[in-house]
């Protein structure tokens, strides 16, 4: 597999964004290693891309520093039979010049440093260009008794470009070596080598049989598969004493430092580590089918807010208002004092303060449980299936703007009240009506009296015409203006709580609804970087966070 400059550099670039977009969301511990891989690696990409770190990494007597020598046609590493001394790091480079940055970066020692400036002779017909381009580490024994040598191979083994982990017949199998470096380094199969070493010590086709049992273990660190089924760690077998598998390791390594590519190979399965170990982060275990800040969440979220400020009740007592004023103007004159009483009494609904008593500021008309409850549940609903992280953020961010929200739903209830209802003209007409019938009635008992006390000589029916016209048109005339009455009253009653319910719905959507779909965006662009930087897409069409 090869990864160009421009693909890394986009899925770097994207890393980066996802840092920053990350830091004020998730835990600083879970980004500290992020980070430190974005400066590992640009620190890596400024030095010579046309040179190849490769470090030769085993345990104590896998004659690791023998191989080194033997590679390098050099004695430059110290080996022992009884007690092998590699003790610090040990180089040589071809092209020296080119690759003194590098191993400044490695912390190479001045007098570890050796140079070869001839080709390396790696058997008849090796190509000479791989003369330029090689640096060759001989690391610490990585199960060193002392504890600064198994660090440096630690940090070492982050910074080389290829591994070849050079084994031997006797601890070929020991489990601290698999579990501890093997298995957690098996996407890094396309930069790493197994050398299995020291098989002149086997008899007959034992070697053979140790080969397939080497392979066998490797298969189930995961490093003798690639992770697409392309093949993975390349596995040989040599002796430095005798000679035998030499040629097959020096025609591998001149493969993989002619390529020029195994820099960003093994750049790219850092990545590929680091996207693992942060998708939990952001992508979740299990995708929840129309979650997010949805059409529904948000009307239910209106609902519950119109709920809390009573919009219902609200609409009903200004339908009531509108009725009693409709009263008040239609009905006859000696009924408007006892109706006015009334609804003095009844009418317990007027959120203003009444007359007389402009001083008083009107109580909290949101009910604040109502209000959180409403605020927990769409916080619960926008957070439905994020990522742990992500999920909190929104249900902060839902949290804090619902800190002040029944202040906001209060105030915005004032401002959408009715007030007293206006005054229609067909109110006027029938309010001079009942003056006129109220005449009537009064001049149907004066002529009764003038009649019955022989001052006036009138019919006997006209003062009980004109008495039962105004006693009985009154009422009559009232009933159809209360009749009159229900329509416009009605749609009164519904506009002011429509009013109501517009008010409350946009006190939430500004203090709740868009900070939330505002955090659901950071983490759909969020998501789209994971994407990138490891190497998919996501469909992240399922949060729904249009504003509205």
């Given amino acids: 597999m090869t990864m160009t400059d421009g693909a890394l550099g986009a899925r770097l670039d994207a890393l980066g964004e996802l840092l920053g977009l990350s830091r004020t969301r998730v835990s600083p511990d879970a980004l500290a290693e992020t980070g430190e891989l974005l400066d590992r690696v640009a620190e890596r990409r400024r030095l010579s891309p046309d040179h190849t770190v490769v470090a030769l990494a085993g345990a104590t007597g896998s004659g690791k520093s023998t191989l080194f020598n033997a ?148 298969d189930e660190d995961g490093l003798a598969v690639g992770e697409h089924g392309e093949a993975g760690a390349t596995v040989l077998a040599t002796s430095a004493l005798t000679g035998d598998g030499m040629a097959d390791l020096r025609a591998a390594i001149t493969q993989i430092v002619a390529e020029r590519d195994a820099a960003n190979r093994r750049l790219a399965a850092d990545v590929d580590r680091t996207a693992a170990r942060l998708r939990p982060v952001y992508v979740p275990k299990n995708a929840v089918s129309g979650s997010g800040l949805t059409d529904l969440a948000r009307e239910e979220f209106a609902g519950r807010l119109a709920a809390a400020v009573g919009a219902v009740a609200a609409g009903q007592a200004a339908e009531r208002e509108w009725a009693w004023a409709a009263a008040d103007a239609c009905g006859p004159l000696w009924r408007r004092l006892v109706r006015g009483r009334q609804r003095g009494a009844v009418r317990p609904m007027s959120a203003g303060p009444s007359a007389g008593s402009a001083d008083v500021a009107p109580g909290p008309v949101a009910s604040r449980p109502v209000v959180e409850e409403a605020v927990r549940l769409v916080a619960a609903e926008a957070a439905a299936g994020l990522p742990a992280p992500w999920a909190q953020a929104v249900r902060d961010t839902a949290r804090r703007g619902g800190e002040k929200l029944p202040d906001a739903l209060d105030k915005a209830a004032a401002r959408a009240e009715p007030g007293a209802p206006g005054r229609p003209g067909w109110w006027s007409v029938m309010g001079a009506a009942q003056w006129l019938l109220a005449l009537l009635t009064v001049a149907g008992l004066v002529c009764g009296g003038a009649v019955a006390a022989g001052r006036f000589d009138l019919p006997w029916w006209l003062p009980l015409a004109l008495l039962g016209t105004g006693a009985l048109g009154g009422p009559l005339l009232s009933r159809a203006g209360r009749l009159a009455a229900r329509g416009p009253a009605r749609r009164h009653g519904q506009a002011a709580e429509r009013r109501l319910r517009d008010a409350a719905a946009d006190c939430g959507r500004a203090r709740v609804l868009e900070p939330v779909a505002a955090e659901l965006m950071r983490y759909r662009e969020v998501r789209e970087q994971y994407g990138v930087v490891a190497g998919t897409h996501f469909r992240v069409t399922e949060l729904s966070t249009t504003h509205r």
């Fill in 71 to 218: 590679l390098a046609g050099l004695e430059l590493s110290e080996s022992g039979v009884r007690r092998p001394t590699t003790s610090a790091p040990v180089a040589c480079a071809w092209d020296p010049e080119g690759a003194a940055g590098l191993l400044d970066r490695l912390g190479i020692a001045p007098k570890a440093r050796y140079a070869r400036r001839s080709a390396l002779d790696f058997g008849e017909g090796a190509p000479d260009s791989f003369s330029d381009g090689l640096v060759l580490i001989d690391l610490p024994d990585h199960d060193s008794a002392a504890t600064d040598h198994r660090d440096q191979v630690d940090r070492l083994l982050k910074l080389v470009d290829v591994v070849v982990w050079v084994l031997d017949p006797e601890k070929y199998a020991d489990a601290a070596l698999h579990e501890r470096y093997l298995r957690p380094l098996a996407g890094y199969a396309d930069v790493t080598l197994i050398v299995l070493n020291q098989i002149d010590r086997l008899p007959g086709d034992s070697a053979d049989q140790v080969l397939d049992d080497l392979r066998r273990l490797l």
